[in-house]
């Protein structure tokens, strides 16, 4: 197992390399001088200059690669246009609010998800089963930002239950999340419905039934356990999204995210917290995906870990 | 003797012979996969609600009551009506037909994002499968790069470096679907590269460009179509997404994204201004899904989960 988690954080190095070079050749593409972005417009070629060698913009780019490498990895992700405070100072004033959504979100996602997969299952071809089906599909379709809005109109603006917008209580949390995790709920459901279907037709759940053993301790002490397994995965994955689906959430629900910060500053052109925010965001999924593939293959031991 | 008999052997029978058509193998297939896929009731109402909205883009010139971009102030945020079916904007403007309108757009990033998703997925996939060794591992992990930018937030990278627009979104959305198409192709091109026919085709002289484009890829399409469907639904998510959060069209665009975006001012006047574009984005994006899984159970059985 020591073996599969050290290769596995070897595994994870160039992947994280690769983000790096992608952001930093996004950021190349960007029209203008970052220079002149940077000193302002009534700046001199003096001052533009000394800012292009502070930076080090007039080294070749591979150099400018290396340092910005450098620099991340010591946590320096620079220092943002708009408030001249260092980046990596804006995300992490931001961060903790976007990881409460965030976790909150994907409690909706697992808790509604696996209830409606084990109903689903356990009744197959009911009534309940065929609409929560039809609902899960509904809800991998609809637009998360549109859900949000819908949400707001009928608990905050008509019936008048949760805060239309903001962040701080509880009731805040609710509508976000809920706007947040179903997508991933209505996944997560499909998943549990199909891998519980395949566990409950295995030998030993016919031979447990034939033993007399409760319906109910062979569904959640027999059946689920092994049913998790692939939904782990789903789980895994839905959280990549999630992460992305922050963006459009917080901008619906005006949290002051990390989603947010993004936005705000691709428009006001801050190129710096752009790039610092998407780094930052993507070691996150990339870190968790190993924490799931990690976990995954130690609970199902039958997977060879070499 | 013996002449007698090839006299007779060549005498025409006396009875004629019945005149069947042989089929060409390949219709057989398509008529089995038709024959599988009109079982699946989902499946045929996901492809009349693609064929309903293929039908309003195509026709909106000829049934949208107005001119999606025409202003009419003293008639601003109108709820739904005789007049107008859906209702007025903030401008006056037809509700109704800038979604005729929209459904263009969104069709259309829909089917240019995924193709340019699909063509470069596809020729990395089959590259990276038939070569394997470094190829395949430099593609790989290439793949893995792309895939460790969570949902939107690769498109929204390089939105914020080439500027918004909706060009700029189809670039982005296509990229953004680049792995996938590049996954499923390298998975399918492992398997086929292995089959006989392959080595008997290279044994007799093939060059690697005819096996790769000639008989590898027409034996791999099965799951790209697929996913092709599926992606669509992705796509056309994402797009309405980017224009949401001001990324991709610009107002007085008739894009139901933006759309959304500017009747979330007006959520508490006058509803309706965000309730019809986000029906016609979940309504259009539920159809592909629909779809794009009856597609997969009829074509690719072993995809179904």
């Given amino acids: 197992m020591f073996v599969f988690i050290a290769r596995r954080i070897f595994q994870m190095i160039p ?38 060698s502070q930076l080090g913009l007039d080294e070749p780019v591979v150099t400018q690669y290396f340092t910005y490498v450098k ?44 209830l409606a997969g084990i109903i689903s299952a356990t009744k197959q071809y009911s009534f309940s089963d065929i609409s929560l089906m039809v609902v899960a599909l509904l809800g991998v379709s609809l637009p998360n930002f549109w859900l949000g809005l819908m949400l707001i109109l009928y608990f905050s603006v008509k019936i008048q239950i949760f805060p239309v917008s903001g962040w701080g209580t509880f009731m805040h949390v609710i509508l976000p999340a809920l706007t947040l995790g179903t997508g991933g709920a209505a996944i997560v459901a499909r998943m549990t419905r199909s891998s519980m279907l395949e566990v409950i037709r295995q030998d030993y759940i016919r031979t447990a039934k034939a033993k007399g053993v409760k319906e109910r301790i062979i569904v959640y002490k027999h059946a689920l356990k092994n049913a998790l397994i692939p939904v782990i995965t789903v789980v895994g994955l839905q959280f990549g999204a999630l992460l992305g689906g922050t963006v459009l959430t917080e901008t619906v629900f005006a949290i002051n995210g990390i989603g947010r910060l993004i936005i705000d500053a691709i428009r006001m052109r801050d190129m710096p917290v752009v790039q610092g925010t998407i780094l930052v965001v993507s070691i996150i999924f990339v870190l968790v995906n190993m924490i799931v593939d990690i976990s995954y293959r130690f609970l199902n031991k039958r997977i060879d870990l070499n | 003797m013996s002449n007698q ?52 883009a195509v026709a909106a010139p000829v049934i949208a009551p107005y001119d999606p971009l025409a202003i009419d102030l003293g008639n601003k945020l109108a709820t739904p009506s005789w007049e107008h079916w859906m209702g007025t904007d903030d401008k006056g403007r037809d509700i109704l037909s800038r979604i005729l309108y929209g459904a263009q757009l969104s069709l259309g990033v829909g089917v240019v994002s995924v193709s340019i998703g699909a063509f470069f997925g596809i020729i990395l996939g089959l590259f990276a499968g ?53 996954r499923i192709v390298r998975g399918s091109t492992l398997s086929v590269k292995k089959m006989e ?102 074509l690719d059985p072993r995809l179904k989960q």
């Fill in chain 1, 15 to 52: 992947v994280l390399l690769g983000v790096t070079l992608v952001v930093f050749l996004i950021m190349q593409m960007v029209p203008g001088d970052p220079a002149v972005l940077l000193a302002g417009e009534s700046a001199s070629d003096e001052q533009v200059q000394q800012i292009r």
């Fill in chain 1, 71 to 114: 620099n991340v990895a010591q946590g320096d992700l620079g220092t943002s246009i708009r408030t001249n405070r260092p980046v990596i100072d804006e995300i992490l004033t931001r961060l903790p609010i976007t990881i409460e959504l965030a976790f909150w979100s994907i409690l909706v996602t697992i808790v509604l998800g696996l």
């Fill in chain 2, 5 to 56: 008999a090839v006299k007779m052997d060549n005498q025409p029978s006396l009875q004629a012979p019945k005149k069947i058509k042989p089929s060409h193998p390949k219709v057989e297939r398509w008529k089995a996969f038709y024959k599988q896929l009109k079982k699946n009731k989902m499946a045929m109402a996901g492809g009349a609600i693609i064929l309903f909205y293929l039908i309003l």
């Fill in chain 2, 130 to 182: 038939y070569y394997g060794k470094w190829i395949d591992t430099f593609i790989s992990r290439f793949i893995d790069v792309l895939l460790a930018f969570p949902g939107i937030l690769l498109a929204l990278a390089i939105i914020s470096a080439l500027g918004p627009s909706m060009i700029n979104v189809m670039i982005a959305v296509g990229i953004f679907s680049i792995p996938t198409f590049a």
């Fill in chain 2, 197 to 298: 026919y392959v080595d008997a085709i290279r044994s007799l002289g093939a060059n690697d460009f005819k096996i790769i484009f000639v008989h590898i890829l027409p034996n791999i399409l099965s799951p790209v179509i697929v996913q092709g469907t599926l992606r669509l639904a992705t796509a056309i998510l994402t797009a309405a997404g980017l224009s949401f959060l001001g990324m991709g069209a610009q107002p007085p665009t008739p894009e139901w994204g933006a759309m959304l975006s500017s009747g979330r001012n007006f959520l508490w006047q006058a509803p309706h201004l965000a309730t019809f574009p986000g029906l016609a984005i979940a309504t259009i994006v539920l159809g592909f899904n629909l779809f794009g899984d009856g597609l997969r159970d009829a």
